[in-house]
């Protein structure tokens, strides 16, 4: 089993930068595709970056493609999303996930955080 907890989140304006962090319990991380996804009010859950677990491959949704990246140590056992040129419509709560069934950007089952949020100002 994997516990996760995500960190980093905020208030951060326009244009600004977080650094979001996804501590991983467990000896398993290095088997898992990590994946960042968030859900604003109103709005489903929606994939944002995944990792796969060697490679690594790098998979992206386009809103995000050349202002967000995910990296992972695994020696550490954490996943990071460095988000950069932030919009107000970045706001959201964001999850970390590992899993590895499914796609890279939809997966079934696997392992989910509580959530950081991260509320962008305009």
């Known amino acids: 089993q994997v516990q996760l907890q995500e960190s980093g989140g905020g208030l951060v304006q326009a244009g600004g930068s977080l650094k979001l962090s996804c501590a991983a319990s467990?000896?398993?991380?290095?088997?898992?595709?990590m994946g960042w996804f968030r859900q604003a009010p109103g709005k489903e859950r929606e994939f944002v970056a995944s990792?796969?677990?060697?490679?690594?491959?790098?998979y992206y949704a386009d809103f995000v493609k050349g202002r967000f990246t995910i990296s992972r140590v695994n020696a550490n056992n954490t996943v990071y999303l460095q988000m950069t040129s932030l919009k107000p419509e970045d706001t959201a709560v964001y999850y970390c996930?590992?899993?590895?069934?499914?796609?890279?950007?939809?997966?079934?089952?696997?392992?989910w955080g509580q959530g950081t949020q991260v509320t962008v100002s305009a």
């Open positions: 990792i796969t677990q060697s490679g690594p491959r790098l």
């Open positions: 467990g000896r398993a991380f290095s088997s898992y595709v």
């Open positions: 996930s590992a899993y590895n069934m499914g796609t890279y950007h939809s997966p079934i089952g696997g392992y």
